[in-house]
């Protein structure tokens, strides 16, 4: 649901919510937990986080 474009405007406040699932659930179990935070996220009604996989991607690749 959330493919974000890294822009200037705010996000809303679901997609904060899926994103610190997201990042929670990557932290305690790496892609199992990855899978497992979408699922929640997007049962409590805040969407779901898609990555394209692509490691030099602008929007989803790794954050130093």
Do not use: T
């Not at 474009?5 to 997201?22: F, I, P, T």
């Not at 929670?24 to 394209?52: K, Q, T």
Request: net charge positive.
């Amino acid at each position: 649901m959330f493919g974000r474009k890294r822009d200037n405007e705010a996000m809303d406040g679901r997609e904060v919510v899926a994103r610190r699932l997201q990042q929670a659930g990557r932290s305690v179990a790496g892609e199992r937990g990855s899978r497992v935070a979408n699922r929640i996220s997007d049962a409590i009604g805040c969407g779901r986080i898609e990555l394209c996989g692509d490691p030099n991607c602008p929007n989803c690749g790794p954050v130093d």
